[in-house]
C-alpha cells in the first residue's frame, strides 16, 4: 500500500511517509526516497494487538502494538485499503500451525552440521554434572523416558537417591499434572537443594504415602538438616480456595519435618492485566509526573517484581545461609515455580551470572520443566486468557539486580532485551510449544535452529565490561537488600519504552566502556610484541637508530579517541507556545544538530531488527533486504537531517 | 540571556521609560524577544496588588511573555521535607510507594525545572531570540532557569572549572540569599519562612543531566553531593550569607553591624576543591568534551529520584561505588 504515513509516538511532527509491504512474515513499512531509505520490519509473530482507530482528514489510523512494546502508528489513507491490511494482519498475527512460524523458514545460511552443534551448545547433563550430580544423594532418573510419568517434564530429571521409581510414580499422581518433586538446583557446599514441583492433590485431607516418601527422600538427601522448607508461591487465600477443588498444600502434620511458608506471588490473570494497564501508562501522550506514578503504582507491576525477588531472596537465603533444602511449588509449577527457582539459582550461583550460565539456566528452569511458552505468548492463536509475562518479569528481576550489582553480571541488558525479544519472534525455534514433547515430536531441533548459538556468536555486543570474574561482587552469593528498598526497583523504560529513542541516554557507556576494554588489551597486546621485539633486538646489538623509531610509533597508539561526540540529540517538545513566532528557515542549517547517521559503527549487528532484514529468503519479492546503512530497522531513530526541527512552532 | 526581578507596575499600570528603554537595547528593530515569567498568570497579575507585576503589552511590544510557573517558598520546602520522610519511612510498601513518591512531589518540581531551563535554551538556540527570565524577586527560580539553561547551551560551563564558575555567577553574586534559603534542611520542626531548597532543586536537575549524558559533564555526583553540603553547612565561606553586600559589608544583626568580611576572614570551597589531591574525586572519568547542546528528556521515565542524595544514609551505595571504581580503572588503562 502506497503513501501511508508513519506517525512518530513523541512528537507528532516526525511523520514519514512511504510504502507499507506485507509478506508471510513481515510487516514492512519502507520510507519514501529519504537518503537513508530507512525500513521498519515487524515479524507477524511480535503482533499483540491491532487497533482501527477512527477516520480522520488524512486517512484511517492503524495501531499495531507488538509483544516487544514498538507500538506503530501508521495511517492509511483508503479506508478500503486499511480495513484489508487490518484483516490479513489479524491473520497473519494469529497463526494455526507451527509451520507458519518464521523459524521454519529462518535460514542463516548455516549447514547441517552448524545446526547441530548450536543445539548443543547448551547441554543440561553437563550442568548437572558441574553441580555435582550424580553423587551419593541425587541421581538421574529415566523414569519418564517416555514420557509416561509426565509429558510436561523432560525426559530426564534428577531425583534424591532413595526416591525409588515407585515413589516417584505415586508421588506423580499425587501432584496436579503430575508434576512431582524434581531438583532445579544443588548446592554442592552443604547438599542443600531447591526441588520444584505442582500442588498436591490434597484437598481438604488426602494423603499419599508416596508422596510424602517423596518429601522425606529430599531431606535425607541433606543430611547436615532435619527438615526442609515447602514454599508455596500463591497468595494463601488463593491456595485454601484450590482445597475446594480437590488440590491445595501441604499439611505440616501429614509430612514429617517440613516447614510450610507462603509467599503470595499474584496469578498469572493479574500479571496479565498489570502489565496491560503499565503500557497504558506508557501510551500516555505528554503524561505529567503524577499520570506517571500513579499510573505506575495502579498497575502494581513493580509490587509483583519484588514480590518475586523477595521470593527467591527467601529461598537462596535458605539455601545458603541455613543449609536447608526447598521444595517449591505454586498450582501447575510451571509459572511462578520457573521464576522463583530461577532466581534463587542466578543469586546462589555466579555461573548463572556468566551469559553461558544464564542461558543454561533458562534451559533448565524454564524450557526442560514445560514452562507453557506456546500459550503464555501465543506462538499460535490460543485462548487469550492463557497469556501472561511470566518470562519477562524473569527477565525483569534479572535487570533490577543488574541496576544493584553493575559489576555482577558478565551479560549487559542488550542481552536480556534480546533474549525477551526473540521468546516472541519465533525467529528461533527454543521457546516454541508447550513441553520438551512436544518439541520433540515437531523435531524442532531438525528444523530450525537455536537462538543460543546466534547469540553466542555476537557475544561481544552483549558483554558487560564491568564484570571481571575474581570481582567481590561475582563471586558467591548476591543478596539483594530486602528492606527498606522499595526506591530500589525502578521502571525498565530500557525494556517498555525501547523504541523510543528520545527517551534514552544517547550515549551508551557500556560500548563505550567495551571500546576503551578492547582498545586497552589491543594495546596491552602490541605492547608485549613490542617488548620482546626490542629484546631481541637489545640482544642483537642494532645502533640507537632503529630504537627509537619504534618507541616513536608506540606513542601513537595511546590516545585512544572518543570521537562520539558527534552525536548530538535534539530538543523534545517543551513547549508550544512559540507557536506564533515565526521559526527560522530550515535551510539555515542545524550543522551542530545533525542528528544520529546510522552507521556501522552504531548499530549492532545482532540486533534482532536487523537480522530479521538481513534474511534473503523470507519471501520478500521486490525488496533488496540490505539497505545501504545497514538496517535502519529501529523505528523512531533520527536520521539525516532533521529539517522539519522547527515545525512544531510553525 | 538577561535576568532580573519583577517590573513594579502595580495596580495603576506604572510605567518606567528607562527601563523599557534599557529592554529595548538588546532588540534590533523588528526583533522579538521572548519574557519567561516563573510565575503563574494569576499569580502574576495578584503581584500587582502589592506593587508588583508584569510588563505591560503595550508598553513592551516586541517582547513576548510565556508563563512557567515554578514552585519556590515553604511549598518547596515542604516538598523536600515530605519527600525526606517517605524516604525514610520504613513502614511504607511497595504497593504505596509510587504514590507516595508523587504526594511529595519533589519529582514534578525537577521535571517543570528543566522543561522551564529547556524552554529559554530553546528560544536562544532555535529561535535565536533573545531571553529575560525573572519571577518576583530574582533571586530563586529565576537563577535557577538561567543557571540550568547555560549548562544545557554551553560546553564551557559543564567543565569543573567552567560549573564553579557558573555556580559563582549565577547563585553566588546573583545573590541567591544562601543563608536564608539553606539554612535548616528537611528534618528541622522550625519550618523557617524564608527557607526553600531552591539550589538543592538546581543539584538534582543537574543529576538528572549527568544520567542522561554521562560522557557530557566533567564532574561527578560526587561534586554534586559535596556543594550540597557545603550549602547548609561549610568549612568555607563560599555560600555564606545572602548576597555580595553582606559578604563584603557586611549585615545587621540586631541593632549591630556584622563584619563579615568573607574574603579576608574565610577560604573558599572553590580552592580546596581545586587542589590537585582533591580534585580527582570530583571528576567524571567518562568525561569527553562536547561542543554541542544537550537537550534533557523531561518525560517521567527520564526523571529518577536520586537516590545517591535521597537514600545516602539508608542504603549501602558500595556496589555502585564499586562499579565507578572499576569504569576508573578501565579508563584509566588506556
Known sequence: ?650 | MLRSSQPLTGPNRKRCREDEMLLGTVLDEGERGFIIDTRSAQAAKQARMTGGGTEPKSFYPQWRRLHRPLERGRPLQESFTKLVEACNDTSINMDRWLSRLESCRWLSHVKAALSTACLAAQCLDREEANVLVHGAEGTDTTLLVTALAQVILDPSCRTLTGFQGLLEREWIEAGHPFHLRCARSAYSHARLKQEAPLFLLFLDCMWQLSRQFPFSLEFSERLLLTLFDNAYASAYGTFLCNNEKERRVGREVGTALCLCKVKESTHSLWAWLNQPGEKQQYLNPLYSHNALVIWPSVEPQSIQLWQGLFFRWIRSSQYLDEAWAEIQRLVEGS
Not at chain 1, 502494538?65 to 479506508?79: A, D, M, Y
Not at chain 1, 494455526?96 to 547441530?116: A, G, H, I, M, T
Not at chain 1, 519472534?425 to 515430536?441: H, P
Not at chain 1, 594495546?523 to 631481541?536: S, T
Request: proline share 4%; charged share 25%; glycine share 4%.
Open chain 1, 1 to 650: 500500500v502506497e503513501n501511508v504515513w508513519l506517525l512518530d509516538r513523541l512528537s507528532s511532527r516526525k511523520a514519514a511517509l512511504g510504502t507499507l509491504y506485507l509478506t508471510a512474515t513481515h510487516v514492512i513499512f519502507a520510507e519514501n526516497g529519504s537518503e537513508t531509505r530507512k525500513e521498519t520490519w515487524v515479524l507477524h509473530s511480535q503482533i499483540s494487538s491491532i487497533e482501527k482507530q477512527a477516520t480522520t482528514a488524512t486517512g484511517c489510523p492503524l495501531l499495531i502494538r507488538c509483544k516487544n512494546f514498538q507500538v506503530i502508528q501508521l495511517v492509511i489513507p483508503q479506508e478500503r485499503d486499511c480495513h484489508d491490511v487490518y484483516i490479513s494482519l489479524i491473520r497473519l498475527a494469529r497463526p494455526v500451525k507451527y509451520e507458519e512460524l518464521y523459524c521454519f523458514s529462518f535460514n542463516p545460511k548455516l549447514d547441517k552440521e552448524e545446526r547441530e552443534q548450536g543445539w548443543k551448545l547448551v547441554d543440561l547433563n553437563e550442568e548437572y554434572n558441574r553441580m555435582g550430580i550424580p553423587n551419593n544423594y541425587w541421581q538421574i532418573s529415566d523414569v519418564n523416558r517416555d514420557y509416561g510419568v509426565c509429558d510436561s517434564y523432560p525426559t530426564e530429571v534428577y531425583v534424591p537417591k532413595s526416591a525409588t521409581a515407585h515413589i516417584i510414580v505415586g508421588s506423580s499422581k499425587f501432584r496436579s499434572r503430575r508434576r512431582f518433586p524434581a531438583l532445579s538446583y544443588y548446592c554442592k557446599d552443604n547438599n542443600a537443594s531447591i526441588c520444584r514441583s505442582s500442588q498436591p492433590l490434597s484437598g481438604f485431607s488426602a494423603r499419599c504415602l508416596e508422596d510424602e516418601q517423596m518429601l522425606q527422600a529430599i531431606r535425607k538427601a541433606n543430611p547436615g538438616s532435619d527438615f526442609i522448607y515447602v514454599v508455596d508461591t500463591r497468595p494463601k487465600l488463593n491456595a485454601m480456595a484450590n482445597r475446594a477443588a480437590g488440590k491445595g498444600y501441604e499439611n505440616e502434620d501429614n509430612y514429617s519435618n517440613i516447614k510450610f511458608q507462603f509467599i503470595g506471588i499474584e496469578n498469572i490473570h493479574v500479571m496479565r492485566n498489570s502489565l496491560q494497564k503499565m503500557l497504558e501508562v506508557c501510551e500516555l501522550k505528554s503524561p505529567s509526573m503524577s499520570d506517571f506514578l500513579w499510573g505506575l503504582e495502579n498497575s502494581g507491576w513493580l509490587k509483583h517484581i519484588k514480590a518475586i525477588m523477595d521470593a527467591g531472596i527467601f529461598i537462596a537465603k535458605a539455601v545458603a545461609e541455613e543449609g536447608v533444602s526447598v521444595l517449591v511449588h505454586c498450582s501447575d509449577g510451571w509459572d511462578r515455580t520457573a521464576q522463583v527457582c530461577s532466581v534463587a539459582s542466578l543469586l546462589l550461583d555466579p555461573y548463572y551470572r556468566t551469559m553461558k550460565g544464564f542461558m543454561v539456566l533458562i534451559e533448565k528452569d524454564w524450557v526442560s520443566f514445560g514452562h507453557k511458552f506456546n500459550h503464555r505468548y501465543g506462538n499460535l492463536d490460543g485462548d487469550p486468557k492463557e497469556i501472561s509475562p511470566v518470562i519477562d518479569q524473569f527477565i525483569e528481576c534479572v535487570w533490577q539486580l543488574m541496576e544493584q550489582f553493575p559489576c555482577a553480571f558478565e551479560f549487559n541488558e542488550r542481552f536480556l532485551i534480546h533474549i525477551q525479544h526473540h521468546i516472541y519472534s519465533c525467529q528461533f525455534g527454543n521457546f516454541l510449544c508447550n513441553s520438551q514433547k512436544e518439541r520433540r515430536e515437531l523435531r524442532i531441533q531438525e528444523r530450525t535452529y537455536s537462538l543460543w548459538a546466534h547469540l553466542w556468536k555476537n557475544r561481544a555486543d552483549y558483554l558487560n565490561p564491568l564484570y571481571r570474574s575474581h570481582h567481590s561482587q561475582t563471586q558467591g552469593a548476591l543478596y539483594p537488600q530486602m528492606a527498606p528498598c522499595n526506591f530500589l526497583y525502578k521502571f525498565w523504560s530500557g525494556m517498555y519504552n525501547r523504541f523510543e529513542k528520545g527517551l534514552h541516554p544517547r550515549q551508551s557507556v557500556t560500548d563505550y566502556l567495551m571500546a576503551v576494554k578492547e582498545e586497552t588489551q589491543q594495546l596491552e597486546e602490541e605492547l608485549e610484541v613490542l617488548a620482546e621485539r626490542l629484546e631481541n633486538l637489545q640482544k642483537s646489538q642494532l645502533n640507537d637508530n632503529k630504537v627509537k623509531s619504534m618507541q616513536q610509533d608506540r606513542s601513537k597508539h595511546l590516545g585512544l579517541s572518543t570521537s562520539n561526540n558527534s552525536l548530538a540529540n535534539t530538543p523534545q517538545e517543551y513547549s508550544s507556545d512559540l507557536k506564533s513566532f515565526p521559526s527560522r528557515s530550515p535551510s539555515q542549517g542545524d550543522e551542530e544538530d545533525s542528528a544520529l547517521i546510522l552507521t556501522q559503527d552504531n548499530l549492532k549487528s545482532s540486533d534482532p531488527d536487523l537480522s530479521a532484514n538481513s534474511d534473503q529468503e523470507s519471501g520478500v519479492e521486490d525488496l533488496s533486504c540490505r539497505s545501504p546503512s545497514g538496517g535502519g530497522c529501529l523505528p523512531s531513530e533520527d536520521s539525516g537531517k532533521d529539517s522539519d526541527e522547527a515545525v512544531f512552532l510553525a
